[in-house]
């Protein structure tokens, strides 16, 4: 007895510190410069609305928030830095609307990766992050309260709740909800203690899906989906709101076998097409592209170097050893085509699309992730301004948020990211951020890639 007690105090006295220093060491150690007033001279201006970059722009930023956006400044705040940003581009903080704050950890359930996944997104410049579902949506819940305490780096967040999912779901931290009734309660359950969402999976019934979107209007939450046994149409008739992930979704409305997505060829013109797209358009129905989902992916030194020892290990061999339920290059390539070629169609005809990381396995980065999304949209002939466009103000408009982020105007919540080049011109210019401003404090982008180096997959 006495050396387990000796035992449970040496923990105490030196385990818990340090985990605790991790999670709650603030955000002094992060900045690249301090306060939360700056004037930024000389910058390109990429400003969210879709609208041409405007040229040598001034922005002053005071205790958080943008008041000056334009030409030389009549006034500053008192005690100000200024910032020379020649040859950057401004740009607001990104809104990522498909992440999860967990990593597989390939044998059955998804860990809760706080310690990493937070940092990781912000050193990208996303600044807000609706979460797409969780096995432990307090985890992700009790990160929230930290962040916006000061007391936890990473971006606001808009918390999905648990996966719900039928008893034919394949994932043990599902929540299994086979009536109406048990949707609405685990949806309630949920949004009392603070989420803004709930995720539908695969194998949700028609009924279950029923009752969880009727739960979710009365509370102004919303219902996301990845889909599978319900259709996209059988979804928006049921009044879902977003549907993730957007062809792999919706391959039953177009009768697709998981063996046949090599073969598939998608048409515009179909009936499928056309009778799709026009129900989710008259449903209001959002669709937010995941394109790492479907899109070949060769991670770099540098991504690879975020990964725990034993995630890189496993990557390694999936790469050269590929399971045989895994689809070849040759079958993705043409899965994600069709993946492109729908949300095209889907944007061009009045749809409304956004954007999400959605990377928690096979060696996927968040943050280098939400880069690559977004190279892969503009890749398949997306403009970079709409592009940067879906990121920003479209995200904020369906959180409800536009009125203080996802623009760069006076009076917004300085959530900002400095970017060296031109996006708008190269969407490649993306991955180099120098600044990331979240409510006025400047992040530095490479102190949190240190932070989380080695520990996604573990911590």
């Keep these: 007895m006495l050396k387990l007690g000796w035992v449970a105090v040496l923990a105490l006295t030196v385990a818990a510190p340090a985990a605790a220093q991790s999670a709650d060491a603030g955000i002094a150690t992060f900045l ?33 928030r943008i008041t000056h956006v334009g030409g030389a400044p009549a006034s500053v705040p008192a005690g100000a830095r200024h910032i020379d940003l020649t040859g950057r581009t401004i740009m607001p903080g990104l809104v990522m609307m498909h992440e999860h704050i967990n990593y597989f950890s390939g044998a059955y359930v998804w860990d809760s990766m706080p310690g990493s996944v937070p940092k990781l997104l912000l050193a990208a410049g996303v600044t807000t992050a609706r979460t797409a579902g969780s096995e432990s949506p307090q985890v992700d819940l009790n990160l929230k309260q930290r962040i916006d305490a000061g007391r ?15 008893a034919a779901g394949g994932f043990l931290g599902d929540t299994i909800v086979r009536t109406e009734d048990e949707a609405r309660e685990i949806t309630a359950y949920w949004g009392n ?60 409305d177009f009768e697709i076998a998981p063996d046949a997505i090599g073969e598939f060829r998608y048409d515009p013109a179909s009936d499928a097409a056309r009778k799709l797209i026009a129900l989710l358009i008259a449903k209001n129905v959002t669709i937010v592209a995941t394109p790492l989902g479907t899109e070949a992916y060769d991670p770099s030194e540098e991504e690879l170097s975020m990964l725990s ?4 290990q496993r990557y390694l061999e999936l790469t050269k050893t590929p399971p045989p339920w895994m689809p070849s290059k040759e079958a993705m390539a043409s899965w994600n085509k069709a993946h492109r070629e729908f949300e095209r169609d889907f944007a061009a005809s009045g749809g409304r699309l956004l954007i999400g990381g959605d990377a928690m396995d096979f060696g996927l980065v968040p943050g280098y ?15 970079p301004l709409r592009v940067i466009k879906f990121a920003t103000s479209d995200g904020a408009r369906f959180l409800k948020i536009d009125d203080r982020v996802g623009t760069v105007a006076r009076g917004m919540i300085a959530d900002l990211l400095v970017v060296r080049g031109s996006p708008d011109r190269s969407i490649e210019d993306i991955r180099n951020v120098e600044y990331v401003f979240k409510q006025g404090s400047a992040f530095d982008p490479a102190k949190l890639r240190a932070a989380a180096r080695g520990m996604l997959g573990q911590h």
């Design 32 to 64: 690249k410069a301090q306060g939360r007033s700056f004037v930024l001279e000389h910058a390109r201006l990429v400003d969210g609305t879709g609208a041409p970059a405007r040229e040598d722009v001034t922005i002053v930023i005071d205790d958080g």
């Design 152 to 166: 936890a780096v990473g971006p606001t967040l808009f918390v999905t709740g648990a996966y719900l999912n039928g």
């Design 193 to 252: 203690r603070g989420a803004t969402s709930i995720k539908a999976y695969s194998s949700i019934s028609p009924n279950a899906l029923r009752g969880a979107v009727e739960e979710a209007n009365r509370r102004g939450m919303h219902v996301a989906g990845h889909l599978g046994d319900i259709s996209c149409t059988e979804a928006a008739n049921a009044g879902i709101h977003t549907i993730e992930h957007g062809l792999t979704s919706c391959a039953k």
């Design 309 to 312: 020892p034993d995630q890189r």
């Design 369 to 383: 992730g939400n880069q690559r999304a977004m190279i892969a949209l503009v890749k398949a002939g997306f403009n």
